[in-house]
Structure formats: C-alpha cells, structure tokens
C-alpha cells in the first residue's frame, strides 16, 4: 500500500481526534488533561492553518497520522522559528511514516522560508508506562538536537516530567532576510507551476 502525505482538511478531524485520544487518555506525550471536543479540535486546526501546514498521513483512505507547524513564539525577532509536532496512530508506528511527515513538513517550512525548528517534548530520567525515549529518539534520527531541559515542569498521573527543547536549522543565517512566507503562498505557487505545466503539454 501506498502512503501519501496531503494537506489535512476540516472533514479529518474526527479521524486526526481518534488518533490523538490515547496520547491524552494513556501518555504524558501531551500535557492535556483533558480531550478536546471535536469543536475545539477544529478551531485549533483552522488557527494553525491560517499560516502554517498540517499534513496528514494517508493509505486506502484510512488516516495513519498527522503533523504540523505552529508559531514558537509570538514576538517578531522569532519569525523564523517555528514548532513541530507529529501525532501518530499505534498501531501504524515503526513504517517510516513518522519520517516521511515530517519530511514533508520540513521540505514546506524550507519553502516558506523558515530557519529553525523546535520540538517541545515531555521527558523523563526514568521510564514510566506513560512515557518512553521513543520520540526523542525518533527526532535525534531526523537531526534535532538537545538543546535545553526544564526540569519537573508537567505533572500528570501522579508522576513528575521534564520538558526537553530539541532543535534542528534547515537554513542558512545571513544577515539579510525576508520574513517568511504563509504555507497559502507555497500551496498557491504549486498550483500555479502544475497549471503552467498541463498548459504546455496541451
């Protein structure tokens, strides 16, 4: 089977809740207490993709797994940072799929502009049922680094985690640069470029 990666749509949100569920409900992977109603859940992904992309994972019409960027912070001299996440299905993890999201993610942020990217993680000196070192793993294998840690910063079922930053650059630091572009100019570019090419096969 064929796994493709496309631009999420509001119609996914059900499914994209269903796989976030258990990382609320049985993992310190987020620090939610609480499941978003399905609502909610469409506000944030409608806030995220003002400006950013949200890709999901997809293979025979079933959705595997979803990842995004988000704003790293609201002040200007950070526009050229942003925040990853990657939510997979259990089921569907060890297939690479978490590696080609983000890959793709990453080859849209380049696109765009962007110079940074930061994951937030939750982390832990010991491993507990609720949290394992799978997914710093999982980021030290794409390239982030360990940059910083903030100690006993979540508390959820009754246990105490550490917050890690991980970073990777995907760009070079001049001393001139443009700001960034919205992820609704590189998927218009796109359109523009596969327009312009059937017209010249025609």
Request: with cysteine; net charge neutral.
């Amino acid at each position: 089977m064929v796994v493709t990666i496309r631009i999420a749509k509001e119609s996914d949100a059900k499914a994209l809740l269903d796989i976030y569920k258990p990382y609320v409900e049985k993992t310190a992977i987020t620090f939610d207490y609480d499941i978003p109603s399905l609502e909610n859940f469409k506000n944030r992904m409608k806030d995220i993709q003002k400006r950013y992309p949200f890709l999901v994972a997809e293979e025979s019409g079933m959705i595997l797994g979803y990842a995004y960027a988000s704003p790293f912070h609201p002040r200007a001299a950070y526009a050229w940072s942003c925040e990853v996440s990657i939510y997979l299905e259990e089921s569907c993890r060890g297939r690479g799929i978490g590696q080609q999201l983000y890959q793709s993610l990453e080859s849209y942020l380049r696109q765009m502009g962007f110079l940074n990217l930061n994951a937030c993680l939750a982390s832990s000196s010991i491993e507990t049922p609720y949290l394992t070192q799978a997914s710093q793993h999982f980021h030290e294998k794409l390239g982030f680094k360990k940059v910083g840690t903030f100690h006993h910063s979540g508390y959820k079922f009754q246990h105490w985690f550490d917050m890690i930053w991980m970073e990777k650059m995907i760009g070079e630091h001049t001393r001139q640069v443009t700001l960034p572009k919205s992820i609704h100019d590189i998927l218009d570019l796109h359109q523009k470029e596969e327009s312009d090419e059937n017209t010249c096969h025609r």
